[in-house]
Nanobody, 120 residues
Framework: QVQLVESGGGLVQPGGSLRLSCAAS????????MGWYRQPPGKQRDLVAV???????NYADSVKGRFTISRDNAKNTWYLQMNSLKPEDTAVYYC??????????????WGQGTQVTVSS
């Protein structure tokens, strides 16, 4: 009913940049939050960045000053601009959204994941 499709991952050298995109489609009444998570090999999935409906943002300490989350509400799309990438940023990145499909129909949804590899 609601689908999140993400893109933009790939291989990049240390110090390089990538831009991830996530687009939500389907039966959407409203989107409360849009965010990005990542899961390095052998580790748990952790929050990278989130933007809330009012526009406020939160970032993991490890990415502050390097990553920026933004959104296009009209397109139900959000982005993660990643600059000054480091090898420790290597992970599968997942987009996430808390979406209302109608009254009392609010759920958390996940994208399929996209691999980001930072290596020389």
């Amino acid at each position: 009913q609601v689908q999140l499709v993400e893109s933009g991952g790939g291989l990049v050298q240390p110090g390089g940049s990538l831009r991830l995109s996530c687009a939500a489609s389907g039966s959407i009444f409203s989107i409360h939050t849009m965010g990005w998570y990542r899961q390095p090999p052998g580790k748990q999935r952790d929050l990278v960045a989130v933007i809330i409906s009012g526009g406020s943002t939160n970032y993991a300490d490890s990415v502050k000053g390097r990553f920026t989350i933004s959104r296009d509400n009209a397109k139900n799309t959000w982005y993660l601009q990643m600059n000054s990438l480091k090898p420790e940023d290597t992970a599968v990145y997942y987009c996430n959204a808390v979406i209302s499909r109608g009254p009392s129909r609010t759920y958390s949804y996940w994208g399929q994941g996209t691999q980001v590899t930072v290596s020389s």
